[in-house]
């Protein structure tokens, strides 16, 4: 009995090695999994990075796939999850000049005041 | 200091002899020529097997790995000589295998060019390898070299590529060697938990009909004592995979034989009566379960494997036990009950009298007619009285010799498994003969399979390597024919064999080699190859159209099995 046809994402920590992105996506390709966004990231940890990769498939593929990324030598983790709304609760804090600021509002409010006259 | 300012081809030399390598299956070219160069220099300390093409080296090395347990190392050039030993490298994946190859590489400023002999080794082998590496500086070779042989032989063994460029062989640098044990994102060995060994204990202490099949983690977790222990002191019968043959002495008493498509009627049918199934150190290849969806059903599954991938991958576990199979095996035995299980082990009986009546002493035993595949490696293994290391290559003759070989000693059989190689046998018996020299090493290989490495008996010639080959000569394609016999309404496509004269082939290379066609010239025949150390080779002609039998059909339920082409065995009748 084939199982349902899902998106799933999963998240990969591993180590910043050459080539490697290619030997992931093989792990997909191979078990027919097309991969539909894939966003990559360092982490607070010195050389490994974060890769979230969505795709559709059925869940034994991908749990199977994600075994395979975990036998990879330089892969850290890596695990998944059903759909591909992931919430990553962020906070950043970014240091600013004041005159930066003032552009970039005084910018913005003249692109929305063209918006307006233009459509008037 | 100045003297340890040396190349990177001397600092690749040095981390090898470090690491305790002592043998190199290799074939030089143009890209690994610094090393060949300073390989002259090391003479004392490499011996190097020069084979005849690439695809020999491989084979040659995984031969020697799984006959000793060490790391086979092969060392070959770029552009064809890489991708030459790409099937070996697969093979050695697939069979977990510890091989290092080296392969020279063109320099880096050519790298992404199409320079002359190019290839994209890292890509080509990303998959197919546990690790693989480019080193283009110097610099990195000592790193490399020992994460290298730390990555192939530890926790499930594996094939690692390194990929040298020209720039890194040539480069200087003040070379310090520094071993590598530890590796942050990689866990060799988990340690099993304690939760999963008391549960596995506690369903085994309640198993009324318990079976064990165990595969090659025994042998490569050198846990053969472990498991004899366990199944003795849990009075649990045993089926091996192909790999796992000569883990557990075959006149053990708990040795019900081989599992899988060509195994023995008793386990295969025990599979599926079983109520609790051990599985230690395999991966329920479909060779071995035949349809997954009617695979021990009814019994509760514990899986031992030291790869956290293999359990529950195929087989819906009830305990799976993530762990090296002698830790796992040695806590499980401490934990579980003496039993015997008398009826359950006697209840084996039945399926094995059906076997030697229909398939074994028809095999083993004729009275007449042509001389039957069997009866040479029964042969063989009377003469070696089962203490032979028996290669095989691939197709009839290798289900053949694991059937009907006997093994007293571990590391006692050598078989291309999961990949399926032919051409696998004549090389990988070299690489067990030089690893193992004190052993007689007794090769069975098809007309077909010895003639897709043929050319390996000029490393037989040139390193005396004293190999008996046992040609199983029936003209055909035999496995394949068998299936199309069976399967495709006798339509012999492609599987006729013209064959070359064997013994002409052998008296160039300056081997001796017999010509045995009559049933009673087999035994001294057989008996006069094993009775020195040096090359011999036997060409049998044997019965063209016999087939592997007992047999499960592809895709069929392991408890459907055929005893010829005609009858099915009829269990539950």
Redesign the interface.
Known sequence: MASECKRYSVIIY??N???LL??FS??FT?RGLSIWSLMALPTDLQGIHYLTIVTDGEERSIR?AV??L??K????KAFFYPGDLIASPEESIYKLSEEKVKDFIRERTEEKQNYLNNNR | MEKDRINGSEALLRCLAFEGVDTVFGYPGGQIMPVYDKLFDFKDRLRHILVRHEQGAIHAAQGYARATGKTGVVLVTSGPGATNVITGIMDAKVDSTPVVVIAGQVSNSALGTDAFQEADLIGMTGSITKWNYQVRDAKDMAWAVSRAFFIARSGRPGPVVLDVTKDAQNGMVDFQFKECGFIRSYIPCPKPSDESIAEAAMLLNQAERPFVVFGQGVTLGGAEEELRDFLHKGGIPAGSTLLGLSALASDDPLFMGMIGMHGCIAPNIKTNECDVLVAVGMRFDDRVTGTVSTYAKQAKIIHIDIDPCEVGKIIPVDVGIVGDAKTVLRELTGRIARHEHKEWIESFKACRKVEQEKVIDPQVHPHEGFIKMGEVVDAVAEASHGKALIVTDVGQNQMIAARYSRFMEGRSFISSGGLGTMGFGLPAAIGAKIGAPERRVCLFVGDGGIQMTIEELGTIMQEKAGVKIFILNNNWLGNVRQWQELFFKKRYSQTRMLNPDYAGIASAYGIRCSVVSEREALAGEVEAALSDDAPAILDIHVDEEDDVMPMVAPGKPITEIMLNGKEMYGYGK
């Open positions: 591993t180590e090695q050459i080539g290619s030997q093989n792990i191979r199977n075994l395979h975990e036998s030598i330089d892969v850290v």
